[in-house]
């Protein structure tokens, strides 16, 4: 275990419902990260969090939205999702961002849009 | 920005080989590449990091090498065990401020029992 966990695992989702991802760390870190993991791909950086704020988003289209509402707490929010956006969504902390810092992964959500 | 490439994309070794993955990054910048290992059903997970200060880091079978000049690095991993099969990603950090990894697009490895 990473000290990292995701809920749900699995979720299996029509395009006009409204859905949330959950992520919450257990390492005292500051910031927090949302990846899309789609096949052949490279991990794509999605949203930062650093100390609550978001720092980074990677120009994810609106109907993704990300919420931090603590240090150890991170939701994306989905709504109106297309087909293409069925993915593994990873995420990830560190101690804080900006530096050096190794990510810690949680296990991931495995998302089917239908 | 940065780009990542990793090869092989697919590699089987036989059980006691060597298996060798090799990435190449673009920004002279970058000075810190970690390695993930992401099993079935997991997240990836950290197995060893190297920063570009130094050319070599061993941790037991596992290995990376770092060369700066060429802006390439590459995983070891000696005496293979069916256990280490898996997805390996390398990544590479650029230092602006924001901890933006840039990873590879994966090598899946399979050791032959």
């Known amino acids: 275990e990473t000290g990292v966990t995701q809920t749900p695992r699995h979720l299996v989702m029509g395009m006009t419902n409204k859905k949330s991802l959950k992520c919450e760390q257990h390492l005292g870190h500051n910031a927090m990260y949302w990846y899309k993991q789609s096949a052949k791909k490279p991990l794509e950086l999605m949203f930062v969090?650093?100390?609550?704020?978001?720092?980074e988003n990677n120009s994810v289209p609106s109907r993704f939205s990300p919420e931090c509402p603590n240090s150890s707490h991170l939701f994306l929010h989905l709504h109106t999702l297309q087909p293409e956006d069925s993915a593994l969504y990873l995420c990830a902390s560190s101690p804080r961002s900006g530096g050096q810092e190794t990510q810690y992964f949680g296990p991931g959500t495995r998302l089917l849009v239908l | 920005g940065e780009n990542v490439e990793q090869h092989p994309s697919t590699l089987s070794v036989q059980e006691g080989d060597s298996a060798v993955i090799k990435c190449t990054y673009s920004?002279?910048?970058?000075?810190?590449f970690p390695w993930y290992k992401q099993e079935l059903g997991k997240g990836p997970q950290l197995i060893i990091d190297i920063r570009s200060n130094v050319g070599e880091k061993k941790d037991q079978r596992i290995a990376v090498t770092l060369n700066k000049t060429a802006k390439h690095f590459s995983l070891h991993i000696t005496e293979t065990q069916p256990e280490d099969s898996a997805v390996y990603f390398c990544a590479a950090i650029l230092l602006t401020g924001a901890n933006n990894l840039f990873f590879g697009t994966g090598t899946r490895l399979t050791v032959i029992p």
């Open positions: 969090y650093n100390f609550k704020e978001q720092t």
């Open positions: 920004d002279s910048a970058s000075n810190y």
